[in-house]
């Protein structure tokens, strides 16, 4: 399928569809500016995907995407939540964190997201299943239908690149 053909399509599934995911996000999230982010990075992400023309039920596919980036909004919340509250532990809450030091944490913890979101679709997944579901490798093989070897290999993976980010983070003042 050639590019003006995908973006036709595309244009189309926006046009035909946007307002009612919008709608929907806001019934969902009981906040219309997270549910306007929510529909513009699905929309986003569909976009950058490709496949559309093998979409039947584009209101699922929508839904399906909205919802998996509400997981990961969320997921991405507690991780910030987490370390904020790491820091001030570790810190004390008399010496809470400047503006700017937070701001690089945050800045480093998207750096991760996308890091991860980057990752082939099971290296992702397994990665988060492991760190923030608590599975086993064993259990992420199941989950998968993969062996527990390739678990292995993705988490590694995954920690690998994370581990290139914090390294960068570091370097650059964002973490102490």
Not at 90 to 104: I, K, L, M, R, W
Not at 143 to 153: N, W
Request: aromatic fraction near 6%; glycine fraction near 4%; charge should be positive.
């Amino acid at each position: 399928m050639s590019s003006s053909q995908h973006l036709n399509l595309f244009q189309r599934l926006y046009s035909g569809h946007h307002s009612w995911l919008r709608a929907w996000l806001e019934r969902k999230l009981r906040c219309r500016f997270n549910a306007e982010d929510i529909a513009q990075e699905t929309f986003l992400r569909l976009l950058r995907r490709g496949g559309l023309e093998q979409v039947v039920e584009p209101r699922a596919l929508l839904t399906t995407t909205a919802t998996r980036l509400i997981i990961d909004d969320s997921r991405r919340r507690e991780i910030e939540r987490a370390y904020t509250e790491a820091y001030l532990a570790q810190h004390g809450g008399d010496n809470a964190p400047s503006a700017e030091s937070v701001a690089a944490a945050v800045q480093a913890i998207r750096q991760l997201a996308d890091v991860i979101e980057r990752l082939p679709v099971r290296a992702g997944q397994a990665f988060l299943m492991s760190t923030f579901d608590g599975m086993t490798h064993r259990e992420i093989a199941d989950a998968l239908r993969v062996s527990e070897s390739a678990v292995k290999q993705y988490v590694a993976r995954a920690l690998l690149a994370c581990h290139d980010v914090l390294a960068q983070a570091r370097a650059d003042g964002a973490m102490a």
